[in-house]
Protein backbone atom coordinates (compact mmCIF):
# COMPACT_ATOMS: atom_id res chain seq x y z
CA UNK A 1 0.00 0.00 0.00
CA UNK A 2 1.30 3.57 -1.32
CA UNK A 3 2.53 5.56 1.72
CA UNK A 4 -0.18 8.72 2.54
CA UNK A 5 2.28 11.29 1.69
CA UNK A 6 2.10 9.68 -2.39
CA UNK A 7 -1.32 9.33 -2.28
CA UNK A 8 -1.76 12.98 -0.87
CA UNK A 9 0.19 13.97 -3.63
CA UNK A 10 -1.36 11.63 -6.01
CA UNK A 11 -4.69 13.17 -5.71
CA UNK A 12 -3.35 16.94 -5.42
CA UNK A 13 -2.14 16.44 -8.87
CA UNK A 14 -5.53 15.41 -10.60
CA UNK A 15 -6.70 18.54 -8.40
CA UNK A 16 -4.79 20.95 -9.49
CA UNK A 17 -6.89 21.27 -13.00
CA UNK A 18 -8.72 24.03 -13.25
CA UNK A 19 -12.34 23.92 -11.60
CA UNK A 20 -14.23 21.55 -13.66
CA UNK A 21 -11.48 19.21 -13.03
CA UNK A 22 -9.60 17.38 -16.22
CA UNK A 23 -8.40 14.37 -14.61
CA UNK A 24 -11.26 13.77 -11.76
CA UNK A 25 -13.80 14.55 -14.85
CA UNK A 26 -12.75 12.33 -17.28
CA UNK A 27 -11.93 9.36 -14.28
CA UNK A 28 -15.79 9.73 -13.79
CA UNK A 29 -17.03 9.73 -16.93
CA UNK A 30 -15.07 6.69 -17.98
CA UNK A 31 -16.04 4.57 -14.54
CA UNK A 32 -19.69 6.06 -15.29
CA UNK A 33 -19.31 4.90 -19.24
CA UNK A 34 -18.30 1.35 -18.19
CA UNK A 35 -20.49 0.31 -15.34
CA UNK A 36 -23.34 1.43 -17.04
CA UNK A 37 -26.06 -1.59 -17.49
CA UNK A 38 -27.57 -0.64 -21.25
CA UNK A 39 -29.68 -4.09 -20.76
CA UNK A 40 -31.56 -2.76 -18.19
CA UNK A 41 -32.08 0.34 -20.01
CA UNK A 42 -28.81 2.31 -18.85
CA UNK A 43 -27.59 4.89 -20.99
CA UNK A 44 -23.34 4.93 -20.96
CA UNK A 45 -23.82 8.75 -22.14
CA UNK A 46 -25.73 9.96 -18.89
CA UNK A 47 -24.12 7.61 -16.50
CA UNK A 48 -20.43 9.62 -18.07
CA UNK A 49 -22.24 12.61 -17.55
CA UNK A 50 -23.39 12.23 -14.10
CA UNK A 51 -19.43 10.92 -13.40
CA UNK A 52 -18.34 13.93 -15.16
CA UNK A 53 -20.46 15.94 -12.85
CA UNK A 54 -19.30 13.77 -9.77
CA UNK A 55 -15.54 13.72 -10.40
CA UNK A 56 -15.14 17.02 -12.39
CA UNK A 57 -16.96 18.99 -10.22
CA UNK A 58 -18.55 17.90 -6.82
CA UNK A 59 -15.10 16.58 -5.87
CA UNK A 60 -12.88 19.43 -6.14
CA UNK A 61 -15.92 21.61 -4.89
CA UNK A 62 -16.48 19.21 -2.07
CA UNK A 63 -12.58 19.28 -0.34
CA UNK A 64 -12.44 23.21 -1.16
CA UNK A 65 -15.23 24.12 1.40
CA UNK A 66 -14.00 21.79 3.72
CA UNK A 67 -10.74 23.51 3.52
CA UNK A 68 -8.76 20.45 2.38
CA UNK A 69 -7.42 21.85 -0.37
CA UNK A 70 -4.50 24.33 -0.01
CA UNK A 71 -5.32 27.93 -1.27
CA UNK A 72 -8.99 27.86 -0.12
CA UNK A 73 -9.78 30.82 -1.76
CA UNK A 74 -9.49 30.16 -5.81
CA UNK A 75 -11.57 32.10 -8.42
CA UNK A 76 -13.95 29.68 -10.26
CA UNK A 77 -11.90 28.80 -13.77
CA UNK A 78 -8.76 28.12 -11.92
CA UNK A 79 -7.58 26.01 -8.72
CA UNK A 80 -4.06 25.74 -8.21
CA UNK A 81 -3.33 23.66 -4.93
CA UNK A 82 -0.22 23.73 -3.09
CA UNK A 83 -1.41 21.28 -1.07
CA UNK A 84 -4.12 18.63 0.01
CA UNK A 85 -4.50 18.00 3.36
CA UNK A 86 -6.20 15.45 4.59
CA UNK A 87 -6.80 15.79 8.27
CA UNK A 88 -6.13 19.96 7.90
CA UNK A 89 -5.89 22.21 10.97
CA UNK A 90 -6.13 25.88 11.47
CA UNK A 91 -9.49 26.63 10.71
CA UNK A 92 -11.91 25.75 12.93
CA UNK A 93 -14.34 22.89 12.70
CA UNK A 94 -17.16 25.09 12.81
CA UNK A 95 -16.33 27.18 10.33
CA UNK A 96 -15.16 24.44 7.98
CA UNK A 97 -18.85 22.92 8.53
CA UNK A 98 -20.47 26.19 7.80
CA UNK A 99 -18.35 26.51 4.20
CA UNK A 100 -19.71 22.64 3.71
CA UNK A 101 -23.36 23.51 4.38
CA UNK A 102 -23.18 26.58 2.25
CA UNK A 103 -21.60 24.40 -0.74
CA UNK A 104 -24.07 21.23 -0.05
CA UNK A 105 -27.07 23.59 0.28
CA UNK A 106 -26.21 26.13 -2.99
CA UNK A 107 -24.58 23.84 -5.41
CA UNK A 108 -27.68 22.16 -7.11
CA UNK A 109 -28.17 23.48 -10.99
CA UNK A 110 -31.94 24.75 -9.68
CA UNK A 111 -30.38 26.60 -7.07
CA UNK A 112 -27.88 28.55 -8.72
CA UNK A 113 -30.58 29.13 -11.34
CA UNK A 114 -32.88 31.28 -8.83
CA UNK A 115 -29.68 32.42 -7.42
CA UNK A 116 -29.11 34.55 -10.80
CA UNK A 117 -33.30 34.87 -12.11
CA UNK A 118 -33.25 36.79 -8.33
CA UNK A 119 -30.43 39.37 -9.08
CA UNK A 120 -31.58 39.85 -13.03
CA UNK A 121 -35.25 40.26 -11.18
CA UNK A 122 -33.75 42.84 -8.90
CA UNK A 123 -32.30 44.69 -11.69
CA UNK A 124 -35.32 44.92 -13.61
CA UNK A 125 -37.97 45.54 -10.80
CA UNK A 126 -35.45 48.52 -10.04
CA UNK A 127 -35.96 49.90 -13.93
CA UNK A 128 -39.59 49.21 -13.29
CA UNK A 129 -39.93 51.52 -10.68
CA UNK A 130 -38.31 53.92 -11.84
CA UNK A 131 -40.39 53.96 -15.13
CA UNK A 132 -43.61 54.22 -12.32
CA UNK A 133 -41.99 56.99 -10.67
CA UNK A 134 -41.74 58.99 -14.03
CA UNK A 135 -45.53 58.14 -14.88
CA UNK A 136 -46.54 59.67 -11.51
CA UNK A 137 -43.90 62.74 -11.41
CA UNK A 138 -43.01 63.08 -15.04
CA UNK A 139 -39.99 63.41 -14.03
CA UNK A 140 -37.71 62.53 -17.52
CA UNK A 141 -34.85 61.88 -14.99
CA UNK A 142 -36.52 58.66 -13.42
CA UNK A 143 -37.08 57.43 -17.27
CA UNK A 144 -33.22 57.87 -18.07
CA UNK A 145 -32.34 56.32 -14.81
CA UNK A 146 -34.19 52.99 -15.82
CA UNK A 147 -32.95 52.84 -19.27
CA UNK A 148 -29.49 53.33 -18.09
CA UNK A 149 -30.14 50.21 -15.67
CA UNK A 150 -31.44 47.88 -18.08
CA UNK A 151 -28.94 48.99 -21.19
CA UNK A 152 -25.90 48.49 -18.54
CA UNK A 153 -27.65 45.00 -17.52
CA UNK A 154 -27.25 44.12 -21.10
CA UNK A 155 -24.56 45.32 -22.36
CA UNK A 156 -22.25 45.07 -19.35
CA UNK A 157 -24.22 42.28 -17.31
CA UNK A 158 -22.22 39.07 -19.60
CA UNK A 159 -18.92 40.85 -19.67
CA UNK A 160 -18.37 41.56 -16.15
CA UNK A 161 -19.82 37.93 -15.30
CA UNK A 162 -16.91 36.28 -16.81
CA UNK A 163 -14.73 38.53 -15.72
CA UNK A 164 -15.64 37.53 -12.43
CA UNK A 165 -15.43 34.09 -13.17
CA UNK A 166 -11.70 34.48 -14.40
CA UNK A 167 -10.11 37.09 -11.73
CA UNK A 168 -8.07 36.08 -9.57
CA UNK A 169 -8.85 36.27 -5.65
CA UNK A 170 -7.05 39.94 -5.15
CA UNK A 171 -8.82 40.88 -8.13
CA UNK A 172 -12.02 39.90 -7.31
CA UNK A 173 -11.38 41.23 -3.76
CA UNK A 174 -10.92 44.46 -4.94
CA UNK A 175 -13.49 44.80 -7.44
CA UNK A 176 -16.58 43.20 -5.08
CA UNK A 177 -15.49 45.91 -2.64
CA UNK A 178 -15.35 48.78 -5.65
CA UNK A 179 -19.28 47.85 -6.89
CA UNK A 180 -20.52 46.32 -3.56
CA UNK A 181 -19.06 48.92 -0.89
CA UNK A 182 -17.54 45.72 1.18
CA UNK A 183 -15.76 42.68 1.30
CA UNK A 184 -17.20 39.28 -0.09
CA UNK A 185 -16.06 37.72 3.15
CA UNK A 186 -18.46 39.92 5.11
CA UNK A 187 -21.53 40.07 3.01
CA UNK A 188 -23.23 37.38 1.92
CA UNK A 189 -22.96 34.28 2.86
CA UNK A 190 -24.39 32.82 -0.82
CA UNK A 191 -20.68 34.45 -1.86
CA UNK A 192 -18.48 31.92 0.09
CA UNK A 193 -15.76 35.30 -0.17
CA UNK A 194 -15.59 34.28 -3.64
CA UNK A 195 -14.62 30.59 -2.74
CA UNK A 196 -15.28 28.09 -6.14
CA UNK A 197 -18.96 27.91 -6.21
CA UNK A 198 -19.84 31.34 -4.33
CA UNK A 199 -18.69 32.76 -7.78
CA UNK A 200 -21.78 31.72 -9.50
CA UNK A 201 -23.95 33.72 -6.82
CA UNK A 202 -21.43 36.80 -6.48
CA UNK A 203 -21.12 37.41 -10.53
CA UNK A 204 -24.76 38.01 -11.03
CA UNK A 205 -25.30 39.89 -8.15
CA UNK A 206 -22.24 42.21 -8.81
CA UNK A 207 -23.64 42.57 -12.38
CA UNK A 208 -27.07 43.87 -11.21
CA UNK A 209 -25.64 45.86 -8.57
CA UNK A 210 -23.27 47.60 -11.36
CA UNK A 211 -26.53 48.45 -13.35
CA UNK A 212 -28.72 49.50 -10.39
CA UNK A 213 -26.16 52.31 -9.38
CA UNK A 214 -25.99 54.03 -12.86
CA UNK A 215 -29.52 54.39 -12.40
CA UNK A 216 -28.72 56.50 -8.97
CA UNK A 217 -29.12 53.87 -6.71
CA UNK A 218 -26.45 53.51 -4.07
CA UNK A 219 -24.56 50.67 -3.48
CA UNK A 220 -26.36 49.76 -0.10
CA UNK A 221 -29.84 50.54 -1.94
CA UNK A 222 -28.56 48.29 -4.95
CA UNK A 223 -27.41 45.27 -3.19
CA UNK A 224 -31.15 45.04 -1.54
CA UNK A 225 -32.39 44.81 -4.28
CA UNK A 226 -30.46 41.52 -5.12
CA UNK A 227 -31.34 40.55 -1.49
CA UNK A 228 -26.78 40.50 -0.90
CA UNK A 229 -26.90 43.86 1.26
CA UNK A 230 -27.55 45.22 4.58
CA UNK A 231 -31.46 44.87 6.24
CA UNK A 232 -32.83 48.09 6.13
CA UNK A 233 -35.40 47.79 9.68
CA UNK A 234 -34.03 48.37 12.71
CA UNK A 235 -35.81 44.90 13.79
CA UNK A 236 -34.04 43.14 10.84
CA UNK A 237 -30.25 44.37 11.81
CA UNK A 238 -31.06 43.46 15.51
CA UNK A 239 -31.65 39.92 14.39
CA UNK A 240 -29.28 39.74 11.83
CA UNK A 241 -26.51 41.02 14.22
CA UNK A 242 -27.69 38.29 16.69
CA UNK A 243 -27.66 35.35 14.26
CA UNK A 244 -24.05 36.40 13.56
CA UNK A 245 -23.15 36.58 16.67
CA UNK A 246 -24.09 33.25 17.59
CA UNK A 247 -22.70 31.89 14.35
CA UNK A 248 -20.08 33.32 15.29
CA UNK A 249 -19.61 30.96 18.75
CA UNK A 250 -19.54 34.62 20.53
CA UNK A 251 -22.44 35.67 23.21
CA UNK A 252 -21.35 32.46 25.29
CA UNK A 253 -23.43 30.31 22.74
CA UNK A 254 -20.34 27.89 22.06
CA UNK A 255 -19.04 26.01 19.13
CA UNK A 256 -22.68 23.87 19.44
CA UNK A 257 -24.31 26.77 19.68
CA UNK A 258 -22.51 28.32 16.50
CA UNK A 259 -23.56 25.20 14.73
CA UNK A 260 -26.86 25.19 15.89
CA UNK A 261 -27.69 28.95 14.70
CA UNK A 262 -26.00 28.38 11.25
CA UNK A 263 -27.79 25.21 10.47
CA UNK A 264 -31.18 26.99 11.63
CA UNK A 265 -30.44 29.78 9.71
CA UNK A 266 -27.80 29.11 6.99
CA UNK A 267 -28.71 31.96 4.43
CA UNK A 268 -30.28 34.38 7.42
CA UNK A 269 -29.69 37.97 5.55
CA UNK A 270 -30.97 36.65 2.03
CA UNK A 271 -34.63 35.89 4.41
CA UNK A 272 -34.40 38.91 5.82
CA UNK A 273 -34.10 41.14 3.20
CA UNK A 274 -36.69 38.83 1.42
CA UNK A 275 -39.58 39.25 3.99
CA UNK A 276 -38.17 43.38 4.21
CA UNK A 277 -38.81 43.89 0.47
CA UNK A 278 -41.81 41.85 -0.01
CA UNK A 279 -43.64 43.63 2.89
CA UNK A 280 -42.52 47.45 0.89
CA UNK A 281 -44.10 45.95 -2.30
CA UNK A 282 -46.87 43.62 -0.53
CA UNK A 283 -50.78 45.42 -1.85
CA UNK A 284 -51.67 47.89 0.74
CA UNK A 285 -49.29 46.49 3.89
CA UNK A 286 -46.13 48.05 1.65
CA UNK A 287 -48.14 51.58 2.45
CA UNK A 288 -47.50 50.96 6.18
CA UNK A 289 -43.57 50.58 6.02
CA UNK A 290 -41.90 52.93 7.51
CA UNK A 291 -39.58 56.20 6.55
CA UNK A 292 -36.32 54.66 8.19
CA UNK A 293 -36.37 51.98 5.21
CA UNK A 294 -35.94 54.20 2.40
CA UNK A 295 -32.52 56.44 2.12
CA UNK A 296 -32.63 59.48 3.87
CA UNK A 297 -31.03 61.01 0.65
CA UNK A 298 -34.94 61.24 -0.31
CA UNK A 299 -37.65 63.90 0.38
CA UNK A 300 -40.96 63.18 1.83
CA UNK A 301 -42.67 63.74 -1.58
CA UNK A 302 -39.97 61.42 -2.90
CA UNK A 303 -40.33 58.90 -0.65
CA UNK A 304 -44.27 58.94 -1.38
CA UNK A 305 -44.26 58.38 -4.79
CA UNK A 306 -41.29 55.36 -4.69
CA UNK A 307 -44.02 53.58 -2.23
CA UNK A 308 -46.78 54.11 -4.62
CA UNK A 309 -44.32 52.64 -7.97
CA UNK A 310 -43.50 50.01 -5.48
CA UNK A 311 -47.40 49.13 -5.03
CA UNK A 312 -48.04 49.05 -8.24
CA UNK A 313 -45.47 47.32 -9.30
CA UNK A 314 -46.08 44.68 -6.19
CA UNK A 315 -49.72 43.99 -7.10
CA UNK A 316 -48.63 43.66 -10.99
CA UNK A 317 -46.34 40.67 -9.66
CA UNK A 318 -48.92 39.23 -7.09
CA UNK A 319 -51.36 39.21 -9.92
CA UNK A 320 -49.00 37.52 -12.13
CA UNK A 321 -48.28 34.43 -9.59
CA UNK A 322 -51.57 33.93 -9.52
CA UNK A 323 -52.84 33.70 -13.11
CA UNK A 324 -49.32 31.60 -13.00
CA UNK A 325 -50.51 29.36 -10.57
CA UNK A 326 -53.47 27.91 -12.79
CA UNK A 327 -51.76 27.97 -16.25
CA UNK A 328 -47.98 27.60 -15.56
CA UNK A 329 -46.30 24.19 -14.43
CA UNK A 330 -45.50 24.76 -11.11
CA UNK A 331 -42.40 22.91 -11.69
CA UNK A 332 -41.08 26.30 -13.88
CA UNK A 333 -42.57 28.99 -11.83
CA UNK A 334 -40.68 27.14 -8.49
CA UNK A 335 -37.41 27.70 -10.33
CA UNK A 336 -38.24 30.72 -12.12
CA UNK A 337 -40.26 32.69 -9.63
CA UNK A 338 -36.85 34.70 -8.42
CA UNK A 339 -37.37 36.85 -11.61
CA UNK A 340 -39.75 39.05 -9.33
CA UNK A 341 -36.79 40.07 -7.98
CA UNK A 342 -37.91 41.82 -4.54
CA UNK A 343 -41.10 41.35 -5.24
CA UNK A 344 -40.43 37.42 -4.86
CA UNK A 345 -42.96 37.16 -1.55
CA UNK A 346 -46.05 39.02 -3.47
CA UNK A 347 -45.47 36.65 -6.41
CA UNK A 348 -45.21 33.43 -3.82
CA UNK A 349 -48.32 35.17 -2.61
CA UNK A 350 -50.35 35.04 -5.30
CA UNK A 351 -49.23 31.84 -6.88
CA UNK A 352 -50.44 30.26 -3.32
CA UNK A 353 -53.55 32.27 -3.09
CA UNK A 354 -54.45 30.79 -6.88
CA UNK A 355 -53.55 27.26 -5.34
CA UNK A 356 -55.98 28.03 -2.06
CA UNK A 357 -58.57 28.69 -4.64
CA UNK A 358 -58.24 25.50 -6.55
CA UNK A 359 -58.48 23.65 -3.53
CA UNK A 360 -61.59 24.94 -2.77
CA UNK A 361 -60.37 27.08 0.70
CA UNK A 362 -62.42 30.17 1.39
CA UNK A 363 -60.96 33.46 -0.04
CA UNK A 364 -58.18 34.84 2.47
CA UNK A 365 -60.15 38.62 2.20
CA UNK A 366 -63.30 36.80 3.93
CA UNK A 367 -62.01 34.61 5.80
CA UNK A 368 -59.33 34.91 9.02
CA UNK A 369 -58.40 31.44 8.92
CA UNK A 370 -57.03 31.43 5.45
CA UNK A 371 -54.99 34.43 5.52
CA UNK A 372 -53.45 32.89 8.20
CA UNK A 373 -52.63 30.00 6.13
CA UNK A 374 -51.72 32.15 2.71
CA UNK A 375 -48.97 33.70 5.17
CA UNK A 376 -47.80 31.01 6.90
CA UNK A 377 -47.07 29.60 3.15
CA UNK A 378 -45.37 32.73 2.01
CA UNK A 379 -43.40 33.12 5.47
CA UNK A 380 -41.88 29.66 4.35
CA UNK A 381 -40.81 30.79 1.53
CA UNK A 382 -38.61 33.46 2.73
CA UNK A 383 -35.37 32.59 1.02
CA UNK A 384 -36.08 32.53 -2.69
CA UNK A 385 -32.86 29.37 -2.37
CA UNK A 386 -36.04 27.12 -1.29
CA UNK A 387 -34.16 26.76 2.28
CA UNK A 388 -36.55 27.74 4.58
CA UNK A 389 -35.66 29.26 7.94
CA UNK A 390 -35.07 26.47 10.78
CA UNK A 391 -36.73 23.87 8.28
CA UNK A 392 -33.67 21.34 10.00
CA UNK A 393 -35.70 21.47 13.20
CA UNK A 394 -38.79 20.75 11.49
CA UNK A 395 -38.28 17.92 8.48
CA UNK A 396 -34.94 16.69 10.14
CA UNK A 397 -35.26 13.01 8.13
CA UNK A 398 -35.32 15.28 4.94
CA UNK A 399 -32.71 18.31 6.02
CA UNK A 400 -29.59 16.32 7.61
CA UNK A 401 -29.37 14.34 4.80
CA UNK A 402 -29.37 17.29 2.27
CA UNK A 403 -26.77 18.68 3.75
CA UNK A 404 -25.13 15.69 4.34
CA UNK A 405 -25.01 15.51 0.60
CA UNK A 406 -23.97 17.69 -1.47
CA UNK A 407 -26.90 19.04 -3.45
CA UNK A 408 -25.30 18.27 -6.58
CA UNK A 409 -24.84 14.96 -5.95
CA UNK A 410 -28.58 14.42 -5.34
CA UNK A 411 -29.12 15.86 -8.68
CA UNK A 412 -26.93 13.26 -10.04
CA UNK A 413 -29.15 10.83 -8.82
CA UNK A 414 -32.23 12.23 -10.12
CA UNK A 415 -30.48 13.06 -13.32
CA UNK A 416 -29.43 9.31 -13.75
CA UNK A 417 -33.04 8.28 -12.78
CA UNK A 418 -36.14 7.22 -15.19
CA UNK A 419 -38.08 7.37 -12.21
CA UNK A 420 -40.37 10.43 -11.86
CA UNK A 421 -39.56 10.06 -8.69
CA UNK A 422 -38.47 8.10 -5.40
CA UNK A 423 -40.70 6.86 -2.23
CA UNK A 424 -38.51 8.83 1.10
CA UNK A 425 -41.47 9.02 3.64
CA UNK A 426 -40.51 6.75 6.68
CA UNK A 427 -44.12 5.13 7.48
CA UNK A 428 -44.52 4.79 3.71
CA UNK A 429 -41.27 2.74 3.51
CA UNK A 430 -42.15 0.50 6.65
CA UNK A 431 -44.95 -0.17 4.96
CA UNK A 432 -43.41 -1.54 1.82
CA UNK A 433 -41.42 -4.06 4.62
CA UNK A 434 -44.10 -5.32 5.04
CA UNK A 435 -44.82 -6.62 1.62
CA UNK A 436 -41.26 -7.56 1.16
CA UNK A 437 -40.53 -4.49 -1.47
CA UNK A 438 -38.62 -2.94 0.59
CA UNK A 439 -35.59 -4.33 2.68
CA UNK A 440 -36.16 -4.18 6.54
CA UNK A 441 -33.97 -1.51 8.72
CA UNK A 442 -33.48 0.42 5.73
CA UNK A 443 -36.79 2.71 6.11
CA UNK A 444 -34.79 5.40 8.40
CA UNK A 445 -32.43 6.03 5.18
CA UNK A 446 -34.88 7.25 2.42
CA UNK A 447 -33.86 10.64 2.49
CA UNK A 448 -29.77 9.83 2.24
CA UNK A 449 -30.47 7.29 -0.62
CA UNK A 450 -32.56 9.01 -2.51
CA UNK A 451 -29.59 11.59 -2.78
CA UNK A 452 -26.62 8.61 -3.78
CA UNK A 453 -26.79 7.76 -7.75
CA UNK A 454 -26.43 4.54 -8.74
CA UNK A 455 -23.35 5.04 -10.32
CA UNK A 456 -19.71 3.37 -10.58
CA UNK A 457 -18.94 2.70 -6.83
CA UNK A 458 -22.20 3.37 -5.26
CA UNK A 459 -23.57 0.70 -7.26
CA UNK A 460 -24.61 -2.61 -5.33
CA UNK A 461 -23.95 -0.96 -2.14
CA UNK A 462 -27.69 -1.27 -1.73
CA UNK A 463 -27.75 2.33 -0.73
CA UNK A 464 -28.63 4.12 -3.85
CA UNK A 465 -32.03 6.16 -5.20
CA UNK A 466 -32.99 3.20 -7.63
CA UNK A 467 -33.16 0.96 -4.40
CA UNK A 468 -36.06 2.71 -3.27
CA UNK A 469 -40.14 2.32 -4.79
CA UNK A 470 -40.92 4.47 -7.59
CA UNK A 471 -43.60 7.01 -7.52
CA UNK A 472 -45.24 8.20 -10.63
CA UNK A 473 -46.78 11.34 -11.65
CA UNK A 474 -50.07 13.25 -9.88
CA UNK A 475 -53.26 12.64 -11.06
CA UNK A 476 -56.50 13.95 -10.81
CA UNK A 477 -59.41 12.22 -9.26
CA UNK A 478 -60.26 10.54 -12.44
CA UNK A 479 -56.56 9.11 -13.37
CA UNK A 480 -55.91 11.92 -15.82
CA UNK A 481 -52.06 13.04 -15.42
CA UNK A 482 -51.52 16.48 -14.54
CA UNK A 483 -48.17 16.96 -15.65
CA UNK A 484 -49.30 15.66 -20.00
CA UNK A 485 -45.74 16.07 -20.44
CA UNK A 486 -44.15 14.55 -17.74
CA UNK A 487 -41.14 16.44 -17.59
CA UNK A 488 -41.03 20.21 -17.90
CA UNK A 489 -38.01 19.74 -20.94
CA UNK A 490 -39.73 18.80 -24.08
CA UNK A 491 -38.57 16.80 -27.27
CA UNK A 492 -37.78 18.86 -30.58
CA UNK A 493 -34.37 20.13 -29.85
CA UNK A 494 -32.33 17.43 -31.58
CA UNK A 495 -30.92 16.33 -27.64
CA UNK A 496 -31.51 12.29 -26.56
CA UNK A 497 -34.72 12.50 -24.65
CA UNK A 498 -32.64 11.01 -21.71
CA UNK A 499 -30.73 14.00 -21.29
CA UNK A 500 -33.49 16.23 -21.33
CA UNK A 501 -35.06 14.15 -19.02
CA UNK A 502 -32.29 14.53 -16.65
CA UNK A 503 -31.85 18.08 -16.94
CA UNK A 504 -35.53 18.77 -16.13
CA UNK A 505 -35.24 16.77 -13.25
CA UNK A 506 -32.02 18.83 -11.86
CA UNK A 507 -33.11 22.21 -13.22
CA UNK A 508 -36.84 22.30 -12.62
CA UNK A 509 -37.12 19.31 -9.55
CA UNK A 510 -40.39 18.01 -8.72
CA UNK A 511 -41.81 17.86 -5.37
CA UNK A 512 -44.60 16.47 -3.80
CA UNK A 513 -45.63 20.01 -2.38
CA UNK A 514 -45.69 21.30 -5.73
CA UNK A 515 -48.25 19.06 -7.49
CA UNK A 516 -51.49 20.32 -8.29
CA UNK A 517 -54.62 19.19 -6.09
CA UNK A 518 -56.62 16.01 -7.28
CA UNK A 519 -59.66 18.04 -7.01
CA UNK A 520 -59.39 21.82 -8.90
CA UNK A 521 -62.12 24.36 -7.93
CA UNK A 522 -61.31 25.42 -12.00
CA UNK A 523 -64.00 22.31 -12.93
CA UNK A 524 -66.82 22.87 -12.78
CA UNK A 525 -68.21 19.29 -11.79
CA UNK A 526 -65.51 18.53 -9.40
CA UNK A 527 -66.75 21.80 -7.82
CA UNK A 528 -70.54 20.85 -7.77
CA UNK A 529 -69.02 17.65 -5.08
CA UNK A 530 -66.85 19.68 -3.36
CA UNK A 531 -70.16 21.73 -2.07
CA UNK A 532 -71.80 18.75 -0.79
CA UNK A 533 -67.97 17.36 1.08
CA UNK A 534 -67.50 14.70 -2.04
CA UNK A 535 -63.73 14.87 -2.15
CA UNK A 536 -62.38 11.77 -3.62
CA UNK A 537 -58.83 10.79 -3.66
CA UNK A 538 -56.46 10.46 -6.12
CA UNK A 539 -57.15 6.49 -7.59
CA UNK A 540 -54.61 4.44 -6.02
CA UNK A 541 -52.40 2.64 -8.47
CA UNK A 542 -51.72 -0.41 -6.24
CA UNK A 543 -52.72 -4.00 -7.73
CA UNK A 544 -52.31 -6.76 -5.42
CA UNK A 545 -51.76 -10.98 -6.17
CA UNK A 546 -55.42 -11.88 -5.38
CA UNK A 547 -54.87 -14.23 -2.10
CA UNK A 548 -51.20 -12.92 -1.14
CA UNK A 549 -51.35 -9.17 -0.62
CA UNK A 550 -48.54 -8.71 -2.62
CA UNK A 551 -48.55 -5.84 -5.21
CA UNK A 552 -47.38 -6.44 -8.52
CA UNK A 553 -44.02 -4.43 -9.96
CA UNK A 554 -45.62 -0.81 -12.15
CA UNK A 555 -43.99 0.78 -15.04
CA UNK A 556 -45.18 4.22 -15.29
CA UNK A 557 -47.59 3.15 -18.07
CA UNK A 558 -48.93 0.26 -16.00
CA UNK A 559 -49.27 2.78 -12.97
CA UNK A 560 -51.00 5.19 -15.53
CA UNK A 561 -53.08 2.64 -17.02
CA UNK A 562 -54.50 1.57 -13.81
CA UNK A 563 -55.08 4.91 -11.94
CA UNK A 564 -57.18 6.04 -15.17
CA UNK A 565 -58.97 2.28 -15.08
CA UNK A 566 -59.77 3.38 -11.86
CA UNK A 567 -60.89 6.88 -12.32
CA UNK A 568 -63.21 6.29 -15.55
CA UNK A 569 -65.02 4.35 -13.29
CA UNK A 570 -65.62 7.29 -10.72
CA UNK A 571 -66.14 9.58 -14.22
CA UNK A 572 -69.16 7.09 -15.18
CA UNK A 573 -70.51 7.99 -11.72
CA UNK A 574 -70.44 11.56 -11.30
CA UNK A 575 -73.05 12.60 -13.50
CA UNK A 576 -75.26 9.75 -11.75
CA UNK A 577 -74.32 11.85 -8.45
CA UNK A 578 -74.93 14.94 -9.57
CA UNK A 579 -78.31 14.55 -11.36
CA UNK A 580 -79.10 13.17 -7.86
CA UNK A 581 -78.18 16.40 -6.07
CA UNK A 582 -79.77 18.45 -8.30
CA UNK A 583 -83.02 16.75 -8.86
CA UNK A 584 -86.00 18.43 -7.07
CA UNK A 585 -86.78 15.71 -4.32
CA UNK A 586 -83.05 15.67 -2.99
CA UNK A 587 -83.44 19.77 -2.82
CA UNK A 588 -86.92 19.37 -0.41
CA UNK A 589 -84.91 17.43 1.95
CA UNK A 590 -83.50 19.31 5.27
CA UNK A 591 -79.96 20.22 5.12
CA UNK A 592 -79.57 17.31 8.19
CA UNK A 593 -80.91 14.82 5.42
CA UNK A 594 -78.50 16.42 2.52
CA UNK A 595 -75.78 15.73 4.63
CA UNK A 596 -76.75 12.27 5.56
CA UNK A 597 -77.34 11.62 1.53
CA UNK A 598 -73.78 13.32 0.92
CA UNK A 599 -72.34 11.43 3.53
CA UNK A 600 -73.63 7.55 1.87
CA UNK A 601 -72.78 9.12 -1.44
CA UNK A 602 -68.65 9.63 -0.23
CA UNK A 603 -68.70 6.30 1.11
CA UNK A 604 -69.73 4.48 -1.73
CA UNK A 605 -67.55 6.13 -4.12
CA UNK A 606 -66.61 3.65 -6.88
CA UNK A 607 -63.31 2.99 -5.15
CA UNK A 608 -63.76 -0.69 -4.31
CA UNK A 609 -61.00 -3.34 -6.44
CA UNK A 610 -64.33 -5.89 -6.21
CA UNK A 611 -66.14 -4.01 -8.63
CA UNK A 612 -66.07 -4.90 -12.42
CA UNK A 613 -63.63 -2.19 -13.04
CA UNK A 614 -61.56 -2.96 -9.85
CA UNK A 615 -61.08 -6.66 -10.89
CA UNK A 616 -59.83 -5.61 -14.42
CA UNK A 617 -56.94 -3.75 -12.76
CA UNK A 618 -54.88 -6.50 -12.67
CA UNK A 619 -54.86 -8.05 -16.21
CA UNK A 620 -54.88 -4.02 -17.55
CA UNK A 621 -51.33 -3.61 -15.78
CA UNK A 622 -49.99 -6.94 -16.74
CA UNK A 623 -50.89 -6.01 -20.38
CA UNK A 624 -49.02 -2.92 -20.10
CA UNK A 625 -45.78 -4.05 -18.81
CA UNK A 626 -46.53 -4.52 -14.40
CA UNK A 627 -44.58 -7.44 -13.36
CA UNK A 628 -45.10 -10.12 -10.55
CA UNK A 629 -42.28 -9.80 -8.08
CA UNK A 630 -39.08 -12.19 -8.17
CA UNK A 631 -40.31 -14.27 -5.40
CA UNK A 632 -43.45 -15.62 -8.28
CA UNK A 633 -41.40 -15.98 -10.79
CA UNK A 634 -40.10 -19.76 -12.37
Do not use: C
Not at 200 to 221: Q, R, T, Y
Amino acid sequence: MPPIPQISRLLRRGLEAPLFSKTYGLMGAGIGGATAKPEEGESRLMHALGGAALGGVALPLGLQSLGMLGGARKPLGQMPLPDLDVFPKGKAFKDRLSDYTFFSMLSSPDTIIRANAGAIGGAVQGAMERVAQFGMTGELDRLKEATRIMTTLVDEGPSIYRKILKMSPQDFNDFYVKTMGKAPSVVSEQHMGGQGIGRLFAAPDIAAVNALKKGGFSSGEAARYTLSGEPASALGKTVLDKIRKAQAGRGGVGTLGAIAATQLAPFPRVAIQSLEKGAQRFPLAGLLTPRSWRSPLLSDAQVRTQKVGEQLLGTGVMGTGYLAGGAVDPRITETLGPLAGPGFLPFQAGREWKEMRERGEPSPLTSPLSMGKLASAVLKEGSPFGHTPGSIALNMTREIPRRMIPAIVGDVAKFLDPAYGREQQQEILRGYTRTGEFDRGKERLGGIMSNIPTWGPFRGTGMTRQELPENFPPVDILGRQQYPRGQVMGTGTGLPSELLRGLSRAVFPSHRALEPTAQPESVEAFRQLREYGIEPSRPRERVTIPGTGIPVRHTPTSASVVQRLRGAELEQAIPRILAFLKSPEFLKKSESEKMYWASQIRSMLPQDPRTQWGRAALPAAMATGAQVPTMFRS
